[in-house]
Every structure is written in structure tokens, then in C-alpha cells.
């Protein structure tokens, strides 16, 4: 049974960090096969978004609005990827939601609500 368990969201002010991470568990074929990890984020009456993705070879892409600003890493050895999110925003605020991507799989987590104030 795969689990994605997510933490690290939460309430900062405008300029301020938070961490996420994510760590996927299952079985021994479905950790093998995980591609890329990832995350994506929703506000109210917006479409979900990608905010930024790691590939299995460490490549990473970002969003436009969070290049320079946030950071995606990965533990291979715990199956867990972090987001560290610096100069937060306002306009940051959504829940985020981890996503990845096995061989035939395409699992999301929970999410976890990010809240920039101003």
C-alpha cells in the first residue's frame, strides 16, 4: 500500500520560511520505480499548479513565481522530498500537495496548508 505523509506546513508572516516534506512508503518494487517526486500547489478558485519537481536523476524544474526563492531536494535513502520555501509571500499561500510518480502510479498526498500573512 503506497502512503504519502506530508508535514510542515503552517502560518508565517510575509518574508518568512517554511519546510515541507513528504516521505512515500510502500512496497520494495514501488520505491524502485518512483520517478520523479514532486510538488504542486492550490489556492482558492485556482487550478493546482506545479511548483516544483525532482527527477530520478536529480534534475529539477521550477515555477516561474518560486525560482530563486524555493528549493526541492531529495533523500533517496528515505524515499522523502522537501521543499524549503524562503521570502514567502502572500500570494504563496495554497495547500500544497506532494505528488509522485512511479512506474504505472501517479500518487498525491493529503496536502498541508501554507498561510503567508501580509
Given amino acids: 500500500q503506497v502512503q504519502l505523509v506530508e508535514s510542515g506546513g503552517g502560518l508565517v508572516q510575509a518574508g518568512g520560511s517554511l519546510r515541507l516534506s513528504c516521505a512515500a512508503s510502500g512496497s520494495?518494487?514501488?520505491?524502485?520505480?518512483?520517478?520523479?517526486?514532486g510538488w504542486y500547489r492550490q489556492a482558492p478558485g485556482k487550478?493546482?499548479?506545479l511548483v516544483a519537481r525532482v527527477s530520478s536523476d536529480g534534475s529539477t524544474n521550477y515555477a516561474d513565481?518560486?525560482?530563486?526563492?524555493?528549493?526541492?531536494?531529495?533523500?533517496?535513502?528515505?524515499?522523502?522530498?522537501?521543499?524549503?520555501?524562503?521570502?514567502?509571500?502572500?500570494?504563496?499561500?495554497?495547500?500544497?500537495?506532494?505528488?509522485?510518480?512511479?512506474?504505472?502510479?501517479?500518487?498525491?498526498?493529503?496536502?498541508?496548508?501554507v498561510t503567508v500573512s501580509s
Fill in 65 to 113: 513565481s518560486v525560482r530563486g526563492r524555493f528549493t526541492i531536494s531529495r533523500d533517496y535513502a528515505k524515499n522523502t522530498v522537501y521543499l524549503q520555501m524562503n521570502s514567502l509571500k502572500p500570494e504563496d499561500t495554497a495547500v500544497y500537495y506532494c505528488n509522485v510518480v512511479a512506474w504505472a502510479r501517479n500518487d498525491w498526498g493529503q496536502g498541508t496548508q
Fill in 28 to 37: 520494495i518494487v514501488y520505491i524502485n520505480s518512483i520517478n520523479s517526486m
Fill in 47 to 49: 487550478q493546482r499548479e
